[in-house]
């Protein structure tokens, strides 16, 4: 393990996934009491889910998909290649998503694909942004006894939908991981409201970057966007209208980059993880 920066980038600090997020929110003494830790991450006998004892070993699944402890199940709800109510075919590339509480007890399931221009299963939608582009999202509602209602395409037209965000006000922003042929944008998707207009107007003042992720401060109104290159910036997305409604997000704002502070403390922490618990092995 290297002791510079250099030896600690970003998709190995990924590697350690929410173990070390947690880690990092204990503060002074939770990361470094787990550094002189001698039990390791071993649950509280009286408490199985207590600690880093997570819920116990993982059950082989004989069906090969998702292996889970003793006590939880899994079912699939929508896969690429399945057919659609509507005749379409599932699109490739799941990635970020949220769910919204629905009428009559439902579910509403807003899901990204993270197509690029070429794909087999593409996101073929009626009213694209841009024709070619093959990402986008689709819509799962699902029922109280978990059996799909219906599912379609809610946006089209836009390439390498990663992550996005969640807004207060039941719609989804799904964001371009991407700089290429003009995208790299942010869009503002209504589950409810399938490749409406919103659907394929960039919210050009969230900045043309390859986009990760975004979440609102509720309190505020302002949100917090993350990107996914080298170099990568926090910014903080403040609009003018923090109404929170449908269309607030279009009327202009401010975009700003976010100086990090302490990201040397951050390295050590980690390094500190690393030397103690083995994480990223040697380099």
Known sequence: MKSSNSGLNRRNFLKVGGMSTLALTLGSTGVFSLAGATKGFTADSSNPTSGFGGYGPLVKDPNGVLDLPRGFHYKMLSKTGDIMPNGDLVPSAHDGMAAYKGEKGTTILVRNHENGTNSDYPVNGKKPWSAGAAGGTTTIIVGQNNKVIDQYVSSS???RNCAGGATTWGTWLTMEETRDMGHGFVFEVNPLDPENEMSRTPIRDMGYFSHEAGHVDPSTGIWYLTEDASPSFLYRFTPHDRSQKLGSLQREA????????????QLQVNLVLDKSLGLFGKN
């Open 254 to 265: 401010s975009l700003k980059q976010q100086r990090l502070m302490n990201c040397q403390l």
């Open 157 to 159: 037209g836009t390439i």
